[in-house]
Every structure is written in C-alpha cells, then in structure tokens.
C-alpha cells in the first residue's frame, strides 16, 4: 500500500520526513508547564501564519470541517442570516453545515469556475438596512474548482455600505501556501487545517478570531460543549485545554512554523506559484482547459483540470493508482467524472512536479486522451528552467 511516491492530492500533502520525527513524541504531563510552553509560543506562531497581531488563535483536535463548526457554533444563534455563495463543493459543505445549525443561509449561486462574487454580495448588504445578515463567509480558495476569491474585495463590499456584518472565510487549502492577511483583509473568523498548508496529518481544526468575533462569542446561542472557544480560553490562561490536547500534533505544528518561517512565507508562496504554474503549462500544452475561467482565479494549490468526454476522470483517478502508485484528486460533486485535480500544496519541488505531469500525461494517453506525450513535461521544464534563470540573475544582483 506505500508507495515512495508523493501524492498529488490537494491535502493531505506529502508529510516532510523532519515534520514526521517532529511528531514522534513520548508523552508528557499536558497538566505540567512543558505543556504550556510548547502550546502558548505555537499559538503565537499560527497568528504569523494568518498575518494577525490583534487576533486570538485557537488549536482544536478536529478537521477543517470541525473549526467550521466552531466558527459557526462560538459566534451565532439559531435563526441568524448569513451570506454565502455556492461554487463549489466547499463552499456547498460549508452551506450545508449552516443549515443544520438552523440558520438563515441566504446563497448566492455562482458558476463552478468562478470565485465569490463581491459585487451581489455589495448589493445585498447595502439593501440589508436593519442590518439583518450577521456574517458573510467566504471559501478563499475553492479546492474541488481550483479558484481563489478575492477576499479583499468582498471586505470592501461590505465596507461599501457601512455593514457590521462579519467576515469569515475558510483558507483550508490556502493559508500556509497561498497569500494572506487576516488583519489586513479584515477577516473576522480564518480557519484551516492541519494536513494541508502545515503539511502534518490530518487532526487539527486551526482558526483565529479577530476582537470583535471574540466577543460574540459571548452572546452566542447556538450550542456547543466539546468546540467552545470560551472553555478554551479560560483553560489557555492556566496552559493547558478543557480535555486532553493532541500534543503530538501541536508539536508538530509548532516546528511546521518554523519551517515555513525558515523559507520564509514570501519564498513559500512564490514556490508554491512557480510550480503550480509549470503545472498550468503543462494542461494548456496538452490542450485542456482549466476548471478556473480565468487566471486572476487560478489556484498555486490545486489545478482542477477539464477533461474532453471520451475520458472518464474518475477512471483516470483510479488507473493512475493502479498503473503507477500516484495519487491525483477526482472531480468532485458537478465535476465527478468530468475533471481530474492536480494537487501541488505542501512540500513540493519543480522535480516532484515533474514527476506528477509526466504520470499525468502517461495515464491520459493509456486512458485515449490524444495529448503529444512529453509536451507538458518539456512545457513545465521551460517554465522552471526560465524561472530558475530569473531568481540566479535576482541574487547575482542583490
Ligand atoms: C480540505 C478542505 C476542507 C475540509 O477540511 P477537512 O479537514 O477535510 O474537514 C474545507 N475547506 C476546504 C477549502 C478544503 O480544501
């Protein structure tokens, strides 16, 4: 079942081998101050991650999905209105979760291949005079359509008619690989997980709240016991959690920091555009077309790639794992079938990426696709050799 191939799925990522001895820990005491000493400096290193100095970060023994629910349940009461546009499977689950907890989802429809529509989402607000919609959220990077939102711009949406509505956006598959600034985009609620930018196992739900999040925090009705944030703090302040910790995990994630922060966050993102770029040539020199319409949308962490009838995605899915041990992404809800995904987040080199386009391109003429074999792979290798020329010239410079 292993295999010495990475895997090109948009999380998990591949694990680097010094993140998996980070996480081979004995136990120690969670009641003791080493305890402490390991979970408050990781805390402060998340809020770098997600660019925030007045947020409050928060580590949970969960998934993405779980620091969704905490979001959801630590900030809001049944029946309170929330805005929030469909484009995607995240983005849909995110929806689905909102109304379970039984409140008002108010969505706006959105083509798969498009990213949150700032400018509906002005009209909206601006008409919502008593000021009845409590939060818009916003999936910052959509992973089964391989488009990024403009956060930015939907903050100044909401700013545009002086709405107190909150702003809280998912950046599962972006925050530690692709820009952002939680402070500076005045987001409310980021949330992520552990197994994608951070490059760990799956097990932690990671999320930050700005001043005025935190606060309604108090007031919130919707019920919740294991995710309150409120527990949470109040055992923070004594170093240790309201139940046993995952301090496995947070070990891990504090030395994750350390490497990102070692690369630099500037170097992490360029690295993660350089590579999904080749990756881009490589589909354009195949002659298919990106999920994504357009390339202010484009994903550095996922490439959700159109496939012409005559090929199966699935099918391409399942043969790249049994002809070859690599693992590629499915096309998931509308696109089941009709796309594949390339995965390129987490500890990735140009070589690595080679490696999954030139599988790529052998599963897509073993499944009658007719691509020229080799033209992605010599368009990649354009881009990487050029890029690479670029950067030496940059240093010879500096
Ligand atoms: C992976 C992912 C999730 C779900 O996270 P889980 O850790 O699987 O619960 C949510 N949103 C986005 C954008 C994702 O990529």
Sequence with gaps: MNTPNPVFIPGPTNIPDEL?????????????????ELLHPTLEGV???????????????????????????????????????????????????CERHGLDVMVVEQGWGLGAPADTFAEILAADRSHEIKAVLVTHNETATGVRSNIRQVRQAIDASNHPAMLYVDGVSSIGSMDFRMDEWGVDIAITGSQK?????PGLGILCLSEKALVTTKTAKLSRCFFDLGDMATNYEIGGYPYTPPVALIKGLSHAIGMLEAETLPAVFARHYRIAEGVRRAVSAWGFDLCAKDSHLYSDTVSTILLPESVDGNAVVAHAADAYQVAFGAGLG?????????????????????????????????????????????????????????????????
Excluded: C
Excluded at 20 to 36: L, P, W
């Design 47 to 97: 809020k770098r991650i997600f660019k925030t100095k007045t947020g409050t970060a928060f580590i949970l023994p969960t998934t993405g999905t779980g620091a969704w629910e905490t979001a959801i349940t630590n900030t809001l009461s049944p029946g309170d209105k929330v805005l929030v546009s469909r484009y995607g499977v995240f983005s849909h689950k995110w929806i689905d979760l």
């Design 197 to 201: 930018g951070f490059m760990l196992p």
């Design 20 to 36: 998996r001895r980070a996480i081979d820990v004995q136990t120690i005491d969670h009641r003791s101050s080493a305890f402490g």
């Design 334 to 398: 509308q696109l089941a079938g009709k796309a594949f995904r390339i995965g390129h987040l987490g500890q990735l080199t140009d070589v690595m990426a080679l490696s999954g386009i030139a599988t790529a391109e052998m599963v897509l003429s073993d499944m009658g696709a007719s691509i020229q074999m080799g033209s992605g792979v010599a368009a990649a290798q354009e881009f990487y050799r050029s890029s690479h020329a670029a950067n030496a010239r940059m240093k010879r410079a500096a």
